[in-house]
Nanobody, 128 residues
C-alpha cells in the first residue's frame, strides 16, 4: 500500500509559477510511475504529466508541455510538478497518482483508471 500526499497548491496570478510536490509514504513508491491529473470546476479529471520510475521518460498533456515540468527525487520519495506561466484555465484540483505498473507506455499512463493509489489533491487557482 502506498499513500500519496500532495502539497504546494495556492492562489496565484496569471503568469506566476508554482511547484507541487507528491510524497509517497514508502520507498516502494519510488519504484512506480507517478502522474499528475487535474480536475477543474465542472470538468472531467484529465491527465497532466507522467514520469516513469527512474526519471528517464516523461509525458505531458499538450496544453502544458512547454510550461510544466515533472521530475522526481527517489531519495526523498517525491515527485514534483513545476508549473510556470500559469493561466486561468490551469485552475483545478491537482492529484498525484501511482500505478502498480512496470512499463512506460504513454497509452497506459495517461488513463486515470489505470492508477492504484491517489493523493487527496491540492487546489491551484489562477486569477486573471
Amino acid at each position: 500500500q502506498v499513500q500519496l500526499v500532495e502539497a504546494g497548491g495556492g492562489l496565484v496570478r496569471t503568469g506566476d509559477s508554482l511547484r507541487l510536490s507528491c510524497v509517497a509514504s514508502t520507498q516502494s513508491g519510488s519504484a512506480l510511475p507517478i502522474s499528475w491529473f487535474r480536475q477543474g470546476p465542472g470538468k472531467e479529471r484529465e491527465f497532466v504529466a507522467a514520469i516513469n520510475w527512474n526519471d528517464v521518460v516523461q509525458y505531458y498533456e499538450e496544453a502544458v508541455r512547454d510550461r510544466f515540468t515533472i521530475s522526481r527525487d527517489n531519495s526523498k520519495n517525491t515527485v514534483y510538478l513545476q508549473m510556470n506561466h500559469l493561466k486561468p484555465e490551469d485552475t483545478a484540483v491537482y492529484y498525484c497518482a501511482a500505478a502498480a505498473y512496470y512499463g512506460s507506455s504513454r497509452s497506459y499512463l495517461d488513463r486515470a483508471d489505470r492508477y492504484d493509489y491517489w493523493g487527496q489533491g491540492t487546489q491551484v487557482t489562477v486569477s486573471s
